[in-house]
């Protein structure tokens, strides 16, 4: 039953046309939204008495993580209680055991995010065929007188990626939790077509393809979860160059966005309308509502990421908003005191950059605020010493350069991650 539903699904996204222009998607999305207020959020309590009132989307109140979790017996449609499923969940977790589910064939996922803080999310037989049927169209596109094997590297399995398993595509779930060295020779054994991870782990395995301790030739890789970096996606380019390379950005929330033919990030919005929070003239926070989300509805639902708007046409044509990139979390952005008591914002994504132009012999680095004057540069190179002089002078230069001095710069070998965990290349910790 699951195999035509996803079939149905994959057809639907086959033969719908493409969207000429925007107003064409906007049509679009108000009929969606018009649907969904009708069918789903009236079956929420939490929704119900807006949605029957046909309030407009923007009478809907913003949500954020803490209070999406703090109302989600309100929110889901399902009846789920939160401790039941929060449960079912950690279980899962502490056995590796990711196949029970709630009655109805409910799925429970826990997620954890950049941010660490617990989120559920409640999936249905039919959103699994969803989500499975536009993987196999934009993501993993299938073909039928070939198998492919797909691996796929996991903080946690889950039915909604088994989903996709079939005939033409064998799946193989690869616990990040395990050691990398054991991974690493799992995946040789299997000899992916396909091997989709974070960039970190792409990062890992792309150095020991170098380093001739394994030998794969995966014809597509896929970058999801974390921030892929100009000089990391360098790096893969040229350790498989032979492989088509796809940006996938999906969390809890859904399945917002990929890489078209043409390596543009594009937000799927078919699926999700998306409000935008600039902070400037390109930079926006993003505020979604995603129509194909029935068990647990997603809306206006602000998101803690930063996106950078493309500002000249994608040569695919698609009118969906295209980004320059994912740059990162808000709570990734420091903020320094100058001198005249002015407030100056680093933002990752320009300092990285200004680090790859000055080297790139490092194996990692994370750059970590503890204190408004004080930075903690944690590293691993092989020639550290150098290294971390060169990327402090940048660094330092930087900050001096907009008016921020007297700072505390302290280095460290090593890199301030815990196994499973998404990585973060500037985050602020606690003092």
Known sequence: MQKLQILFFLLQYVLRSRFPDRERLRRFQERQWRRFRQKVLVKSPFYRELALKKAPLEDFPLI???????????????????????????????????????????????????????GLFLVSSHERAQWAARVLRQVVPIRFFQKQKVAFFLRANSNLYSAVQSRVLEFRYFDIFRPLDELAVDLADFQPDVL????????????????????????????????????????????????????????????LG??????????????????????????????????????????????????????????????????????????????????????????PDLLCRLIARETDDFVAY????????????????????????VISKVILQYLAENEVKDIDLICVEGILQERGQKRKRVLKISP
């Open 366 to 389: 994370q750059l970590a605020q503890k204190a408004d004057e004080q930075l903690i540069l944690y590293l691993e190179a092989h020639d550290w010493e150098f290294v971390a002089q």
């Open 196 to 255: 989709a991870a974070q960039p970190s782990i792409l990062g890992a395995l792309a150095k020991k393809q170098k380093e001739k301790t394994i030998h794969i030739n995966p014809q597509r890789l896929i970058s999801f979860a974390e921030v892929l970096w100009d000089d990391e996606r360098k790096m893969l380019k040229n350790t498989w160059p032979n492989a088509h390379f796809c940006e996938v950005y999906q969390c809890t929330e859904g399945f």
């Open 258 to 347: 990929c890489t078209c033919e043409h390596g543009t990030m594009h937000l799927n919005e078919d699926l999700v309308m998306v409000e935008k929070r600039y902070l400037d003239e390109k930079r926006f926070v993003p505020i979604i509502t995603d129509f194909t989300r029935s068990s647990q509805p997603i809306v206006r639902y602000e998101l803690n990421d930063v996106l950078v708007e493309k500002t000249e046409h994608c040569p695919c044509g698609s009118p969906f908003t295209a980004l320059e990139r994912i740059e990162g979390r808000c709570d990734d952005v420091l903020e320094f005191r100058r001198a005249d008591g002015s407030v100056f914002t680093l933002i």
């Open 64 to 118: 954020d993580k803490t209070a999406f979790m703090a109302q989600f017996n309100a929110i889901n449609t399902l009846g789920v209680d939160k401790n039941v499923a929060m449960n079912l969940a950690l279980r899962a977790e502490e056995d590796r055991n990711f196949s029970p589910t709630l009655k109805g064939g409910i799925t429970v996922g826990l997620s954890t995010g950049t941010s660490g803080k617990r």
